[in-house]
């Protein structure tokens, strides 16, 4: 793929094979500051999501006991 980072992965993005890696984050709505973020070089979501959702959950139910 390439030599300069050998952990990217080639990803379909817009049409287009791009060397790359796969992001997901999630913003407070009230603050608008990223709560999560994750980086991986897995090129389908399916095998990352639960473990997103659950660090996003984690957060929301934390803020939700301290409001």
Do not use: C
């Not at 608008?32 to 984690?58: E, G």
């Amino acid at each position: 793929m390439t030599t300069t980072d050998p952990e990217s992965r080639a990803m379909k993005n817009n049409g287009k094979i791009d060397v790359a890696y796969n992001m997901q984050s999630s913003v407070d709505n009230k603050h608008k500051l990223i709560v999560t973020l994750d980086v991986v070089n897995d090129v389908n979501d399916r095998v990352n999501y639960p473990r997103w959702f659950q660090k996003q959950m984690k957060y929301y139910q934390k803020t939700k006991t301290e409001s």
